[in-house]
C-alpha cells in the first residue's frame, strides 16, 4: 500500500510538473502564431486513452482510438490535445522543430511561416525559455500557497542556544558537542536545519564556532566532503533531556522519576543535552546508573536500570518552544507571493550549487544522482499536502534548472544554439542540429543508465 501511495505521488507531481513545462513551450508557440501539432498529458505510443481537436466550427472527441486519424489530419492548423497511457511526462509538438520525437519529415519541405524554423531567433527563444520559465513560476505559486496556507516555522541559527550534537564524522572534522556554529568561509548561516547543507553546497574550508566562550576556527579538509554528502545528522540540534512521561513498561516504572525531570548528570558526570545522555546510557546496557536530576529547582541523586537498549523506558519532551526562541510567520496574500518568489530564488541557487558538485568528480557526488526510484524515496508513506506541494515546488524548480543545461536535447541545448545564432547571425543547419539532438539524447540516456544504477545499488 505504501509503494502504491508513492507511485501516485510520484506521477501526480511528475505530470503537473511536465505538464506546466510543456504549457510554458505552448503558450508562447501560440503567442508568437506558431503552429502547435500536439498537446499531451501523458506518451501516447500508437494509440491514446482521449484525443480532443475542434475543427468545422465544433469539438469532436475520441477515447482509445489510434493516433492516426485522416479526418483529424485533414485540419493540421488546429491542436490535438489529448491524454496518453504511458503515465510519465508529456509533450508539445512544434511544426517545423527538431525535437526529441526526431521527425524529420517535416523538415524536408519548404519553410512554412508558421513553423517554428521560420520564426525569428528571438521568437524562438522565448518559445524555448517558456518550459523553464513556467518551471519557475509554478514554484513560485506554490511556494507562495503553502506559505499563505501553513505559514513559516524554523529555528534560527543564532537562537540554537545549546549548539550541535556531533556524530562520528563531525567529530572527526573537528566539531565538539555544543558547539555553536556562527559562520561557513565567513558567511553566517540563518536556518539552523540548513547547516550541514550550507557546509557541502559552499565547500566551506573553514567554520567559525563558538566552543565554551572561546571563538575558534575548524579547519574543514576537502577530503571529507564526499563524506559529508553522504552521511546525514552531522549537525544534530542539542536540547536538554527533560522527561514527559514514564512509559508503563518501563524498568523504572516505581524509580521515582515524575513528568518535567531534567537529567543533569549520570554517575557524576555533567551532563544535560539529550545526544549526550544517550550515548552514555549505551554504555552501560543492562547495567545500572546514578542519574542526577532536577525537578523544580532541586537537585535529586535517582538509581535507574538501563536497559539492553540502552535505554530507561521515558519518553522526552521534544516541544522546541520550551527551550528555544522558534521563529513563526504568517502571511497574507501579496507578502505571500514576495516570500514564494525568495523562497524559489534562493532555492534555485542552492540546487545551482548542487548540480555543480554534480560534475566535480572529487566530490563523488554523482553517487547521489537518482531517478524515479530516489524520488519516489522523498515522499512521504502517508498522504500529507504540505509535503506534497513543498515536494512539487523543490522537483520544478529541479526540472527547470535541468532543462536549463547546455546539452542539446534539453532546452538548455536549445536555447544555447539560439544565443550563438543571435550574437552571430550565423543559424545552425537543420542537419546540424538533428545530429546535436542525437548527441544530447545519447548523453541523457547515460545520465539515466547512471541514475538507474545507483538506485540499485542502493536498494542492496
Not at 511528475?14 to 506518451?43: C, D, M, N, P, Q
Request: proline letters at 5%; hydrophobic letters at 45%.
Amino acid at each position: 500500500m505504501v509503494i502504491l501511495l508513492k507511485i501516485v505521488q510520484v506521477i501526480l507531481a511528475l505530470s503537473l510538473l511536465i505538464l506546466f513545462h510543456e504549457l510554458g513551450h505552448f503558450t508562447f508557440a501560440k503567442l508568437f502564431k506558431t503552429r502547435v501539432e500536439k498537446f499531451y498529458l501523458f506518451f501516447n505510443p500508437k494509440f491514446s486513452l482521449v484525443r480532443f481537436k475542434r475543427f468545422g466550427g465544433r469539438w469532436h472527441c475520441k477515447f482509445l482510438s489510434p493516433n492516426t486519424d485522416p479526418e483529424w489530419e485533414a485540419h493540421p492548423d488546429n491542436t490535438e490535445y489529448g491524454i496518453g497511457w504511458l503515465p510519465f511526462g508529456g509533450y508539445c509538438k512544434i511544426a517545423g522543430m527538431i525535437d526529441e520525437s526526431m521527425d524529420t519529415e517535416a523538415l524536408k519541405q519548404p519553410p512554412q511561416p508558421y513553423e517554428f524554423r521560420t520564426k525569428p531567433a528571438w521568437q524562438r527563444f522565448f518559445i524555448m525559455f517558456g518550459g523553464v520559465l513556467f518551471n519557475f513560476i509554478l514554484a513560485i505559486i506554490l511556494y507562495a500557497a503553502i506559505l499563505g496556507t501553513w505559514g513559516e516555522e524554523y529555528l534560527r541559527n543564532d537562537n540554537a542556544v545549546y549548539g550541535i550534537a556531533v556524530n562520528d564524522l563531525s567529530y572527526e572534522i573537528g566539531f565538539r558537542d555544543g558547539d555553536r556554529i556562527l559562520a561557513f568561509d565567513g558567511e553566517p548561516i540563518e536556518n539552523f536545519s540548513s547547516l550541514q547543507v550550507d557546509l557541502v553546497r559552499s565547500q566551506a574550508r573553514e567554520a567559525t564556532v563558538l566552543r565554551d566562550g572561546d571563538t575558534l576556527t575548524v579547519s574543514i579538509d576537502p577530503a571529507y566532503l564526499p563524506a559529508m554528502l553522504n552521511t546525514p545528522g552531522m549537525f544534530d540540534l542539542a536540547f536538554p533531556f527533560v522527561i514527559k512521561e514514564v512509559q508503563p513498561e518501563s524498568p523504572n516504572i516505581n524509580a521515582g522519576l515524575e513528568p518535567d525531570d531534567a537529567v543533569v548528570g549520570i554517575d557524576g558526570k555533567p551532563m544535560f543535552i539529550v545526544q549526550q545522555v544517550q550515548k552514555e546510557l549505551g554504555r552501560h546496557r543492562g547495567g545500572q546508573i546514578s542519574a542526577a536530576i532536577r525537578r523544580a529547582g532541586t537537585e535529586l541523586e535517582i538509581p535507574l536500570q538501563v536497559d539492553t537498549a540502552g535505554h530507561i523506558g521515558v519518553m522526552l519532551d521534544t516541544d522546541m518552544s520550551k527551550y528555544f526562541d522558534v521563529t513563526t510567520r504568517e502571511y497574507s496574500f501579496f507578502p505571500a507571493i514576495a516570500a514564494g518568489a525568495r523562497k524559489t530564488w534562493t532555492t534555485i541557487k542552492g540546487y545551482v550549487q548542487e548540480l555543480g558538485l554534480i560534475f566535480s568528480p572529487k566530490t563523488q557526488a554523482y553517487k547521489s544522482v537518482g531517478s524515479f526510484i530516489a524520488i519516489g524515496r522523498i515522499f512521504p508513506d502517508t498522504w500529507d499536502w504540505y509535503r506534497f506541494w513543498s515536494l512539487c515546488a523543490l522537483l520544478s524548480i529541479m526540472l527547470g534548472v535541468m532543462n536549463l543545461l547546455p546539452i542539446p536535447a534539453l532546452d538548455g541545448g536549445h536555447i544555447l544554439f539560439l544565443i550563438f545564432e543571435m550574437l552571430t547571425g550565423r543559424k545552425p543547419s537543420d542537419k546540424f542540429m538533428t545530429v546535436a539532438e542525437w548527441i544530447g539524447m545519447a548523453l541523457l540516456l547515460l545520465l539515466m543508465v547512471l541514475a538507474f544504477g545507483n538506485d540499485i545499488r542502493s536498494l542492496f
